[in-house]
């Protein structure tokens, strides 16, 4: 399920979408975390597919789901956040801004917002 809301969101279901950063498919993944991800499934990688394959995309973005959600222990705020901005600029977002786990809603939408 979260992949489809992540589906959604990204490339609203459109296979082709191709943001203004680069990133490509269903789940807009970048080329390069791509490229990571299908060497770690034993994947060839093809940036051709990620526009025009929706299991590849899939896949290959269901992997990335996943070790965001392992590396922010379950946090869906950090997995998002991870997923969309890149695992690295999450982690600082932690360190500049506070951790929001266990935090009231209040609490975790003002560190979205910033």
Do not use: H
């Not at 943001?19 to 940036?47: C, D, E, Y």
């Not at 990620?50 to 590396?71: K, M």
Request: no cysteine; hydrophobic share 40%.
């Amino acid at each position: 399920a979260l992949a489809y809301a992540i589906a959604r969101q990204e490339s609203e279901f459109n296979i082709g979408a191709v943001s203004s950063a680069g990133a490509r498919g269903l789940l807009q993944l970048m080329p390069g975390t791509a490229r990571q991800l299908a060497k770690k499934a034993g994947l060839q990688f093809s940036q051709t597919r990620l526009t025009t394959d929706a299991g590849y995309n899939a896949t290959l973005g269901s992997a990335f789901l996943g070790e965001q959600l392992d590396r922010f222990n379950g946090s869906y705020v950090l997995t998002f956040a991870g997923y969309n901005a890149g695992p690295n600029r999450a982690s600082q977002w932690v360190a500049r801004y506070g951790d929001p786990r266990g935090k009231d809603i209040d609490a975790v939408v003002d560190w979205i917002e910033r």
